[in-house]
């Protein structure tokens, strides 16, 4: 299999492994992908390199058996309180005599830029190019062919923890895995997500996990600001543990019962009770109230919404979104999660998965949000080796190679998310690029009403194939 890549998705609970082709009109074919249960993987940190490397192996060792390839090179996503954006600003002095500004000043001041050093302790995964000014004045698009004597421009440089990459370089190492390319986990995500007109007006994309609330902005087709938020869907699942909720029992009841805020709760649902069994003799069985459930995850929601408020004010950019917030992530299949976004941001907001780039055929077995970064990944990395060209991240198109689709095997099967994390503060950097302070940095499918319909016999069947036989509602009884 000619000119494929490889992804690996790095979460708190799981990792996903997937494969990428070219379409002939260019498009990313998902051709398979794989997901396993993961720990020792938290804040996006390798806390256990045994089992992070055995978790690796395993899905992408699967990946590899199932379509007859090896990963030589694989695309890894990197997120956590150690990926920090900052900014730097360098010029030139125009060579020409008239001073028309020609493709060799701009290449000369991208040269110099891409020479700037990272400070201790960071490495840089990636610029961009945010604005370039002619004798001190602003111009929009390319300066070519503008006339002035010094050329300016400031770049954003995202950041990530060198000790942080070394660990998970030493996991893939271990799992006998290619070179790998690190990609910012919300870029990826974006690649995808996004479509073409919101990353020209100004969107914000919003990954929901499970360990973090990833965050990236896009305006003028250029990424313009990347945070991340450690607290995600797994702190929502710590919080309902508190109503003595049987922790086996927590994500189902959250993702198919639990709702983002009471204006989502469906009318008939608003003074019901859902019932926990225990299996226990000597226990009662529990019971919560579609409110009283809502109430808690309602509460932590508010905690993360202040934090991806305060990040895109923090941007510059909060004032310049028309395009308002896309979800994806997880955690975005929660119910009603879209609609106290919208009421505590301010700003129109949508439930996204891959389409953008993406092939049609392959989204009909792989249109999981869970599955956004894996298929931004690969993306990304056809881009950056050469398959195909980005419309916003890089000055300069790469030559685009076709290659046959093939036939997709069946899609993956997916694993509830993983532990909750607690946020921490700024990270700045003491030398290089002068950093801007950064805020405090995929549970299965979303809620679904039970059935109601085909008399109780039928619904009560039903109802126990779908969410089993421990959680129950008062429409059963």
């Not at 379509?67 to 125009?94: L, Q, R, T, Y």
């Not at 801007?436 to 499918?445: F, L, Q």
Request: contains cysteine; charged residues 20%; glycine residues 10%.
């Amino acid at each position: 299999m000619d000119n494929y890549l490889i992804s690996v998705d790095l979460g708190g609970s799981k990792v996903t492994a997937a494969l990428g082709l070219l379409s002939h009109q260019g498009e990313t074919i998902l051709v398979d992908a794989v997901t396993q249960p993961m720990s020792g993987f938290n804040k996006g940190e390798v806390s256990n390199i045994e089992h992070v490397t055995t978790a690796i192996r395993s899905a992408v060792s699967e990946l590899e058996r199932r379509n007859e390839v090896k990963a030589d090179e694989v695309w890894v996503s990197v997120s956590g309180k150690h990926i920090v954006c900052a900014d730097n600003s360098g010029f030139v002095f125009v060579g020409g005599v008239d001073g028309e500004i020609t493709e060799k000043d701009v290449e000369k001041l991208h040269e110099n830029m891409n020479n700037v050093q990272a400070p201790e302790g960071k490495v840089i995964l990636t610029r961009y190019p945010q604005n370039y000014k002619v004798d001190s004045n602003e111009t929009l698009g390319s300066p070519v062919g503008r006339f002035g004597h010094r050329l300016e421009t400031k770049f954003s440089f995202i950041l990530a923890g060198k000790s942080v990459l070394d660990r998970i370089t030493k996991a893939l190492e271990r799992a006998k895995l290619g070179t790998p390319h690190f990609v910012c986990g919300a870029i990826a995500s974006a690649a995808v997500v996004a479509t073409e007109q919101e990353k020209e007006s100004g969107v914000a994309v919003i990954d929901f996990g499970a360990d973090a609330t990833d965050l990236c902005i896009i305006h003028n087709n250029i990424v313009r600001y990347v945070a991340s938020i450690p607290m995600g869907s797994s702190a929502i699942n710590k919080d309902i543990s508190t109503a003595a909720i049987p922790q086996g029992k927590i994500e189902m009841l959250k993702t198919r019962c639990g709702y983002a805020t009471a204006s989502a709760i469906p009318a008939d649902k608003l003074n019901k009770a859902v019932r926990i069994n225990t299996h226990l003799p000597s226990q009662k069985s529990k019971e919560i109230t579609y409110r009283d459930l809502t109430t808690i995850i309602y509460a932590r929601m508010l905690d993360i919404i202040e934090y991806v408020n305060a990040e895109i004010k923090a941007s510059g950019f909060h004032n310049r979104l028309p395009g308002g917030i896309v979800l994806t992530g997880g955690g975005s299949q929660l119910g009603g999660i879209e609609v106290i976004f919208k009421e505590h941001t301010g700003y129109d907001v949508r439930l996204g998965s891959a389409e953008c780039n993406i092939s049609g055929e392959s989204m009909k077995g792989y249109s999981q949000p869970e599955l956004a970064t894996a298929i931004g990944l690969l993306s990304i990395g056809m881009e950056e080796s050469g398959l195909i060209s980005s419309d916003y991240s890089r000055p300069e198109p790469t030559q685009k190679v076709v290659v046959e689709p093939p036939v997709k095997p069946e899609g993956p099967a997916t694993t509830p998310e993983g532990p909750t994390t607690t946020p921490e503060g700024p990270a700045t950097t003491p030398e290089g690029p002068t950093t801007t302070p950064n805020g405090p940095t995929t549970p299965p499918d979303g809620p679904t009403d039970p059935p109601t319909s085909w008399g109780k016999k039928f619904s009560r069947w039903l109802h126990d194939r779908v969410f089993g036989p421990d959680v129950e509602d008062d429409d059963y009884r």
